[in-house]
């Protein structure tokens, strides 16, 4: 079983608020499928680093690959999703362990 990855990297952010508002409502809404993530750094399982003077980007560690993408597909982080909007610019990758 390969573990999953979530590999957001901020490219430009227009408002904190709405990334922050987004990451504790993707964190605590998925439900089941996010109290199986793995590699917690902080309350929200989060590990943020910062790469350059603006962007950011954001690892979440799950303990396999497919509940990585349930997690994703999930209605509960569709609904976060959807509070984001325009507010930011990033690119969204999911990743599989080997």
């Known amino acids: 079983m390969n573990k999953g990855y979530w ?4 490219r430009k952010v227009h408002d904190q608020a ?4 987004y990451a504790a409502a993707a964190c605590t809404g998925a439900g089941e499928v996010w ?5 917690v ?3 929200r399982g ?4 910062r790469l350059g003077s603006k962007q950011m980007t954001v690892v979440v560690e ?3 690959y497919e509940i990585a ?3 994703y597909e999930s209605d509960d982080h569709k609904k976060a999703l959807a509070a984001l909007g ?11 362990g080997v």
């Open 86 to 96: 325009p507010s930011v610019e990033r690119d969204f990758r999911i990743a599989e």
């Open 46 to 49: 989060l590990r943020l680093w």
């Open 18 to 21: 709405t990334v922050k508002n």
């Open 69 to 71: 993408l349930a997690a």
């Open 41 to 43: 750094a902080d309350e």
């Open 62 to 64: 799950f303990d396999r």
């Open 35 to 39: 109290g199986t993530h793995v590699g």
């Open 7 to 10: 590999v957001v990297a901020y």
